[in-house]
Every structure is written in structure tokens, then in C-alpha cells.
């Protein structure tokens, strides 16, 4: 079995893999301060009802965008699951050449997205990736990681509006089903939702002129299933990309 951790901002993204499929994934709330015995607590039950045991681990590999989470997951790795952890820190370390400054600045995230992206498809991909921030990922015709944008999260942008205001309440992030809305529910439903769609497609399309008219435009991510349906541009949804990015990159580590 191969345990694939991904550390971001709000939420940690566990998958394993049975060497053919992932069998199961996991998200809970990132908390630096969780020990490895916290965390064992937490995805033991998971485990156990997935009927997994966390002695058939055999590879274990990281990404994190959370620097001080990185050494109890190391821990919980090493203690539990009995395998030493493998970090995924750079393009260099699999294989991506990198065109950005400084290249070690690209989170591991999105270097696990580019290795992901470029095992399905042919350059050039951009892969748009809903989480905190929505990152876009472009990979040029080469193969090269070129760059991309980062624009504040969904979430991010709707609790500063509520928290800033009287009278805005939270709201699902559904799709309304009109622009129009007709009451405050609505109306922030269509300004939220369908604007943010109208924005990752107006940035998507604008990517796609720079890198080429053949580009690839993939989501993933946890919101990314709301917004593949609303999104023109948005060709492919995959939610497992990024640990899937970390399953190619730990044959790549040694």
C-alpha cells in the first residue's frame, strides 16, 4: 500500500493505494500543532473502517505547502504506519523542469499536479486547482512547468464578505438557478458562484491563448466538483490529481 499525504492550507488530503486504484481517500482540517499520535487517533478509525491496517504501508509520500505540520507526519509515518516518509519538494526531484523564480517558490502541490497532468495528457495542461487559493498550474508544450496564477479561494473571498458586513448571511456554495436573484440568499449565490465561475473561465481562456490553442484545462481539488459543470472552459474534473501526482513522484524519489 502506498499512503499519499497532501499538507495544505485548510486541509490535509490522505489517499492509499492498492498499487492498481486508490482505495480510499480522506480530508480533514489542517492543525500544525496535531501530534503523530493525533494524528494516528484520527485516521486509525478511518482505516479500520475501510478495512486497511496501517502495517501494509510499504511507501509513504508528502506534499505540504505547511512547513511546521512537516515533522509530526514525518513522525506519524515512521511510528505507525512503519515507513520513512518521502517529501515531494521540487520539480528537480521528479524530472519537471521548472521555469520560475525562484524555482523552489512552486508549492509541491502544484509540481504534484504538473507529474499528475502530464501522465494523462500532452502538453500544454493548466490545472486549476480549487482550495484555499484556486491555483492555476500551466505546463508549456514542453513539458515545462511555466507558471500559472493565484487567486483568492471561494471560501477565502466569501467569509471576508460576510465577516465584513451587517447584514450578508453565509450561504451553500451551490449554483442559483438565475443570475437574477431575487432575494439576499440569491443574490450572493449568483455573485459568489456564477461570478467566480465567469472568473476562472475569463483567466482560463486567457492562459490558453498565451500557451496554446491545444491546452488542456483539468480541476481538481475539493470544490472543484461544484464549478466543472459551470465553467466552459473546465474540460475534466479529477479529485484524486494531486495525490495521484504523489504516487508517480515517489517511484521519481529515492
Known amino acids: 500500500?502506498?499512503?499519499?499525504?497532501?499538507?495544505?492550507?485548510?486541509q490535509v488530503n490522505v489517499g492509499v493505494h492498492?498499487?492498481?486504484?486508490?482505495?480510499?481517500?480522506?480530508?480533514?482540517?489542517?492543525?500544525?500543532?496535531?501530534?503523530?499520535?493525533?494524528?494516528?487517533?484520527?485516521?486509525m478509525p478511518l482505516a479500520q473502517l475501510a478495512g486497511l491496517n496501517f502495517g501494509d504501508c510499504k511507501t509513504a509520500i508528502i506534499a505540504s505547502v505547511v512547513p511546521p505540520a512537516d515533522t509530526n507526519w514525518e513522525r506519524f509515518c515512521g511510528k505507525y504506519l512503519g515507513c520513512p516518509a518521502k517529501f515531494l519538494r521540487t520539480g528537480a526531484q521528479v524530472g519537471i523542469p521548472v521555469s520560475y523564480e525562484p524555482p523552489h517558490a512552486v508549492g509541491a502541490d502544484r509540481i504534484a499536479n504538473a507529474i499528475a497532468a502530464l501522465a494523462k495528457f500532452e502538453p500544454p495542461i493548466v490545472v486549476v486547482d480549487f482550495g484555499t487559493a484556486t491555483t492555476f498550474d500551466c505546463v508549456d508544450g514542453s513539458g515545462t512547468y511555466a507558471g500559472g496564477s493565484i487567486m483568492p479561494g471561494i471560501m477565502v473571498s466569501l467569509d471576508s464578505l460576510v465577516g465584513r458586513t451587517a447584514k450578508l448571511p453565509a450561504v451553500a456554495i451551490v449554483a442559483p438557478d438565475r443570475a437574477v436573484g431575487r432575494n439576499t440568499v440569491e443574490s450572493l449565490q449568483s455573485g459568489v458562484v456564477l461570478g467566480y465561475a465567469e472568473a476562472i473561465d475569463g483567466l482560463a481562456r486567457r492562459l490558453k491563448k498565451e500557451l496554446g490553442p491545444t491546452t488542456k484545462i483539468l480541476a481538481?481539488?475539493?470544490?472543484?466538483?461544484?464549478?466543472?459543470?459551470?465553467?466552459?472552459?473546465?474540460?475534466?474534473?479529477?479529485?484524486?490529481l494531486t495525490l495521484e501526482g504523489l504516487r508517480i513522484a515517489a517511484g521519481r524519489i529515492g
Open 1 to 10: 500500500m502506498l499512503w499519499a499525504i497532501d499538507i495544505g492550507n485548510t
Open 18 to 43: 492498492d498499487g492498481s486504484k486508490w482505495v480510499v481517500s480522506w480530508r480533514h482540517e489542517t492543525d500544525a500543532g496535531r501530534t503523530e499520535d493525533e494524528i494516528a487517533g484520527l485516521l
Open 220 to 240: 481538481t481539488g475539493g470544490l472543484g466538483r461544484v464549478f466543472v459543470d459551470l465553467c466552459e472552459m473546465i474540460e475534466e474534473y479529477d479529485p484524486v
